[in-house]
């Protein structure tokens, strides 16, 4: 049974992006759908048994008609060509009020075939070509499906988010109780695990989380652990599988050397009946971040030429990528750069960026005199004190210094 494990789509994530001129629609939204459909045709070309979303199919609550139309277009090539699909409502998906609709649920509403939604807890028993598997779907729970006003008195945000792990933990438990052991089981869910390390979706979490123990959803019962909601593509040590697909697409430069793609799952069943599950990452084509640091010293006569040489340099990761320039300079030099030759040399970049961070020479502190207070050979002096000139040297400073001073002052 081959099975493919994604979630975090994301759609309507449109930072770093332009619109395109042929379509109207934001590139980003392009860049999310391409490595969308790498996966749909993945999925039709193996022939796999089954896909499962773990969450987050929109960037918002409440998407545009357009991703929707985009986000339905996919879900309905694998579904009539008899693949069947669950989804799970992500944090991302859920309206803000609690009797409005979430943007996935219309294909529950719609019975479409092969397509399985989960919005809350529940166990599908789906007939696949390659025999019948259980999936345990647990989606992001809202605090009020979970705990009734008298839980919630007098706590704190902490207290709270305790009791809620308490309560997914016992609705996993229940659902694990009530599988049947003669085929396989997935758990599939849009949660976070302490045992994880944290991606982007910390910067797009929206509040304070309920973080679960591994041991939540390390069952025995289980032949993989399919989850959602970190960015950060991971297998978590432990049996059964665990593991987080990850975003299918950079969402930002937190994620500029993460691989982005899915996983290929495979349960295989003995003539004994004992399984052996195997899954592999396939990394997708996403958008290429890359950032260019340039670090220019004083002594450099054309700062520009050295900026534009960095560049060159990289010049095959720098086209059709999304890149952000970081210049480093003293300000004596500010002045020389060229920027509309530095504009040009990006302009195959997919959106580029260029920040300067302009180094100030400091200046030295003569004692607690103001200027008005101290004469201008005094001056001198200190100044060549903290220099580190030898004694020898400074003396003759001094001298040349009060001539000048003197014939300024005539």
Same mark, same amino acid.
């Given at each position: 049974?081959?099975?493919?494990?994604?979630?975090?789509?994301?759609?309507?994530?449109?930072?770093?992006?332009?619109?395109?001129?042929?379509?109207?629609?934001?590139?980003?939204?392009?860049?999310?759908?391409?490595?969308?459909?790498?996966?749909?045709?993945?999925?039709?070309?193996?022939?796999?048994?089954?896909?499962?979303?773990?969450?987050?199919?929109?960037?918002?609550?409440?998407?545009?008609?357009?991703?929707?139309?985009?986000?339905?277009?996919?879900?309905?090539?694998?579904?009539?060509?008899?693949?069947?699909?669950?989804?799970?409502?992500?944090?991302?998906?859920?309206?803000?009020?609690?009797?409005?609709?979430?943007?996935?649920?219309?294909?529950?509403?719609?019975?479409?075939?092969?397509?399985?939604?989960?919005?809350?807890?529940?166990?599908?028993?789906?007939?696949?070509?390659?025999?019948?598997?259980?999936?345990?779907?647990?989606?992001?729970?809202?605090?009020?499906?979970?705990?009734?006003?008298?839980?919630?008195?007098?706590?704190?945000?902490?207290?709270?988010?305790?009791?809620?792990?308490?309560?997914?933990?016992?609705?996993?438990?229940?659902?694990?109780?009530?599988?049947?052991?003669?085929?396989?089981?997935?758990?599939?869910?849009?949660?976070?695990?302490?045992?994880?390390?944290?991606?982007?979706?910390?910067?797009?979490?929206?509040?304070?989380?309920?973080?679960?123990?591994?041991?939540?959803?390390?069952?025995?019962?289980?032949?993989?652990?399919? +989850? !959602?909601? *970190?960015?950060?593509? /991971? $297998?978590?040590?432990?049996?059964?599988?665990?593991?987080?697909?990850? =975003? @299918?697409?950079?969402?930002?430069?937190?994620?500029?050397?993460?691989?982005?793609?899915?996983?290929?799952?495979?349960?295989?069943?003995?003539?004994?009946?004992?399984?052996?599950?195997?899954?592999?990452?396939?990394?997708?084509?996403?958008?290429?971040?890359?950032?260019?640091?340039?670090?220019?010293?004083?002594?450099?006569?054309?700062?520009?030429?050295?900026? +534009? !040489?960095? *560049?060159?340099?990289? /010049? $095959?990761?720098?086209?059709?990528?999304?890149?952000?320039?970081?210049? =480093? @300079?003293?300000?004596?030099?500010?002045?020389?750069?060229?920027?509309?030759?530095?504009?040009?040399?990006?302009?195959?970049?997919?959106?580029?960026?260029?920040?300067?961070?302009?180094?100030?020479?400091?200046?030295?502190?003569?004692?607690?005199?103001?200027?008005?207070?101290?004469?201008?050979?005094?001056?001198?002096?200190?100044?060549?004190?903290?220099?580190?000139?030898?004694?020898?040297?400074?003396?003759?400073?001094?001298?040349?210094?009060?001539?000048?001073?003197?014939?300024?002052?005539?």
């Amino acid at each position: 049974m081959k099975i493919i494990h994604f979630a975090d789509l994301h759609l309507g994530v449109e930072n770093y992006g332009r619109i395109d001129p042929a379509t109207g629609l934001s590139t980003r939204l392009n860049d999310f759908l391409k490595v969308f459909d790498e996966l749909v045709d993945y999925a039709l070309d193996t022939k796999v048994d089954l896909v499962l979303f773990c969450g987050d199919a929109y960037k918002s609550r409440e998407p545009t008609q357009t991703q929707q139309r985009e986000f339905a277009r996919r879900i309905s090539r694998l579904a009539t060509a008899g693949i069947p699909v669950v989804l799970l409502t992500g944090n991302h998906d859920l309206p803000n009020a609690i009797g409005r609709a979430t943007a996935i649920e219309i294909f529950d509403t719609l019975s479409i075939n092969n397509v399985y939604v989960a919005n809350k807890p529940e166990t599908f028993k789906i007939t696949t070509p390659a025999g019948d598997v259980q999936v345990v779907a647990i989606p992001w729970l809202r605090r009020s499906a979970l705990l009734a006003r008298e839980d919630t008195k007098n706590l704190n945000m902490e207290q709270l988010n305790q009791k809620m792990q308490e309560a997914i933990t016992e609705i996993i438990s229940k659902k694990t109780d009530e599988l049947d052991p003669a085929f396989p089981s997935i758990l599939a869910a849009h949660l976070s695990i302490g045992s994880a390390k944290a991606g982007s979706e910390s910067m797009m979490s929206i509040g304070q989380e309920p973080i679960l123990l591994q041991s939540s959803v390390a069952l025995p019962a289980y032949d993989y652990v399919a +989850l !959602g909601h *970190i960015h950060k593509h /991971q $297998e978590i040590e432990g049996t059964p599988p665990i593991v987080y697909s990850g =975003s @299918l697409e950079r969402i930002d430069f937190g994620e500029e050397k993460e691989d982005k793609g899915f996983y290929l799952v495979d349960i295989q069943t003995s003539a004994d009946g004992k399984r052996k599950t195997t899954y592999e990452f396939h990394p997708v084509n996403s958008r290429r971040f890359l950032t260019v640091n340039v670090d220019i010293k004083d002594e450099e006569p054309d700062p520009t030429a050295i900026i +534009l !040489g960095v *560049i060159k340099s990289q /010049q $095959e990761k720098v086209n059709d990528a999304i890149v952000r320039l970081n210049i =480093s @300079l003293p300000s004596s030099l500010e002045s020389q750069l060229r920027n509309n030759d530095i504009k040009d040399a990006l302009k195959d970049t997919q959106n580029f960026t260029i920040a300067r961070d302009i180094q100030r020479e400091s200046r030295t502190r003569l004692g607690t005199q103001s200027v008005e207070e101290i004469a201008p050979l005094d001056a001198l002096k200190a100044y060549l004190e903290t220099q580190q000139i030898t004694g020898e040297r400074q003396k003759t400073l001094l001298e040349y210094g009060e001539k000048l001073i003197k014939e300024q002052e005539n």
